[in-house]
């Protein structure tokens, strides 16, 4: 009998559960669960069948802030889901890394996309295949 692979669900890091659980409720996540209803330290969003989930680190854990997870996301629109996220005010000048792909824009290796940092500093790329 051969196992079928049928998700991954990353597991990022955070300062504090309850700030990223708002900022990915801010991007039309919704809480999938958390365990605790004050001062979660682990917790899960999803959104159109993508889960994250969202754990509590210490500070010693941020010792290298610049090495932190990456997350691609292939969507059909990058375009319209930067225009979705602006809109709603829930990314700012604060979620940009720095780099060509801040804002939607054409790739070397062939896709459209942005990127965004979460409160944990994690990123979170988006992108559509062109």
Known sequence: MK?????????????????????????GFVLLFQDAPEAPKYAAVGRDGVEIHLQWADAGQWAYPTDRPVCRFQVDDVDALYEEFVASGSIGEQHHPEGPWARPSQTPWGTREFHLHDPGRNVLQFYSLR
């Open 3 to 27: 196992a079928n692979l049928h998700a991954v669900h990353p597991v990022l890091a955070c300062r504090e559960v309850g700030e990223s659980v708002r900022f990915y409720r801010d991007l």
